[in-house]
């Protein structure tokens, strides 16, 4: 099977045709077809480049409907999964192949170095799939199932976004956050009414 190189790729990575361009596919189904494509050919190139991941099977491919997050891995069953209702805006499916690639490096990433976050072992995996390293994305999920209001509260560092459970745990009493920075409580902020 020949692609067409993507233009945000680095030279010499795996990856077919991108998704840069162009509105997400007319149907859920192909729409899965094509994530599937992309992981197939980036597991491909982890595997010529890995040895170690040769006797695993290219992940499967699933759509989740719920959530804020555009893509999860899971390491047993050895699956990675987008959400759906964000990858089918246009908006979310020019995020998608570089969400294929994040969600396979954490595999990849767990079975070479150990790394299951961000770490250097998944910055690693991402830089040979000629994919930004990236931790989160930017896409509105306001009306997305399972998403939660964000409130935002302060330390004495900078200011924080939590979602409503915790925010109900802090008003319950039942719970107190701290600031990973600087160690302080969380507050409610006065300016977010």
Known sequence: MTGVPDPQRRPGAAAPAGCRSG???ATEA?????????????????CRQWPALQGLPAPEV????RGSALGRAWLRPHRIGLNAPLIRRPDGWREARDTVAH??????AWTL???????????????ALGAPATRTHALDVSGIP???????????????????TRHNRIRQGRMRYHCRRCGEALSRDADSG
């Open 146 to 164: 399972g998403t939660q209001r964000r409130w935002q509260y302060r330390c004495g560092c900078s200011t924080h976004r939590i979602t409503t």
């Open 113 to 127: 170095f150990r790394d299951r976050g961000h770490g250097a072992g998944w910055k690693q995996v991402m830089a």
């Open 103 to 108: 969600e396979l490096a954490h595999l990849a």
């Open 62 to 65: 699933v759509l989740y409907r």
């Open 23 to 25: 509105p997400p596919p």
């Open 30 to 46: 192909e729409c899965l077809e094509r994530l599937k494509a992309w992981a197939r050919a980036d597991w491909r190139a982890l």
